[in-house]
């Protein structure tokens, strides 16, 4: 079955950086986008940024534009988010999600029409 498998999550200072891969495996049929996700306690679920595969079309929340880079090796179905300049506001459980059909990154972020879900990874940005 589909599995979608966070890694990279952890404690890191404000101003660090830290990489997130999500791999992607078992789909029938190939994956179209690659979102990553998250939630703080007690807000809401936010899209983070999106990445189409074949296009490698991309879309960043303001809240991350400029500090986040979401990337992808299509050879071994995983997609990166390189998270840099971290603040404190940016502590929250990431998921990486996958949708199967076309819709732009922009409307898969920011409409979370996902079809798969990983189970998440924790960030936390402390001092």
């Known amino acids: 079955q589909v599995q979608l498998v966070e890694s990279g999550g952890g404690l890191v200072q404000p101003g660090g950086s830290l990489r997130l891969s999500c791999a992607a495996s078992?789909?029938?049929?190939?994956?179209?986008?690659i979102g990553w996700f998250r939630q703080a306690p007690g807000k809401e679920r936010e899209g983070v940024s999106c990445?189409?595969?074949?296009?490698?079309?991309?879309y960043y929340a303001d809240s991350v534009k400029g500090r986040f880079t979401i990337s992808r090796d299509n050879a071994n179905n995983t997609v990166y988010l390189q998270m840099n300049s971290l603040e404190p506001e940016d502590t929250a459980v990431y998921y990486c999600?996958?949708?199967?059909?076309?819709?732009?990154?922009?409307?898969?972020?920011?409409?979370?029409?996902?079809?798969?879900w990983g189970k998440g990874t924790l960030v936390t940005v402390s001092s």
């Open positions: 999600a996958a949708r199967q059909w076309g819709l732009s990154p922009l409307l898969i972020c920011t409409t979370g029409r996902i079809d798969y």
């Open positions: 078992g789909f029938t049929r190939d994956w179209y986008a």
């Open positions: 990445i189409s595969k074949s296009t490698g079309s991309t």
